[in-house]
């Protein structure tokens, strides 16, 4: 059994600050971002393949501390996705940790506003993401768990060299494909 990607504990990890690429930064949570976090995450278009579907301003509030918890200690988080030309935040990309059929592993997740659909900077977010990984925390592997519907995501996942290792129930109720990229 292998642990995360090599690494044994995930508390240890890498603090990400800030990544940045060509038309994004990549940013822990601030608690000034509850306005357009609560918009991305409250939007039933862009929670649409999510198991919790659209946040209340509560669980919205509790997802952004708890980001912020885990940037803080060192652990593996969504990060904000903000704008390079308007300063604004347009979505999260980060780590998720998860344990799949006993074995621990890393999951890369990404979500943006709709208006940003289409243009690229999903698949941005996410190699930039992905190459910290493998560059700066030393891990070897990360997955991507994708509702087998979900196709903008399952393109995001094969631009970034993600493979469909196999197709599963996640939470005993919902058919995923596991995508794995291996450095």
Not at 140 to 152: M, V
């Amino acid at each position: 059994m292998s642990d995360i990607t090599g690494t044994t504990d995930i508390a240890a990890m890498t603090t990400i600050t800030t990544i940045t690429t060509a038309r994004l930064i990549l940013r822990p949570f601030q608690s000034n971002d509850f306005e357009k976090a609560y918009q991305l995450f409250s939007d039933p278009i862009v929670m649409r393949f999510s198991l919790n579907g659209p946040y209340s301003a509560e669980k919205c509030q509790i997802f952004i501390d708890q980001c912020m918890l885990k940037s803080k200690n060192n652990e593996p988080s969504l990060l904000a996705v903000i704008d390079k030309q308007t300063n604004q935040l347009i979505g999260s990309c980060g780590f998720f940790a998860q344990t799949i059929q006993g074995m621990a592993e890393l999951e890369l997740g990404y979500r943006l506003l709709p208006h940003y659909w289409g243009k690229g900077l999903a698949t941005e977010a996410a190699m930039a993401m992905k190459s910290y990984a493998f560059n700066e925390m030393g891990l070897t592997r990360l997955i991507s768990l994708i509702e087998t519907d979900n196709i903008a995501s399952i393109s995001v996942a094969e631009k970034n060299d993600f493979k469909l290792e196999k197709t599963m129930l996640y939470d005993g109720r919902i058919s995923v494909g596991m995508y794995v990229a291996i450095r």
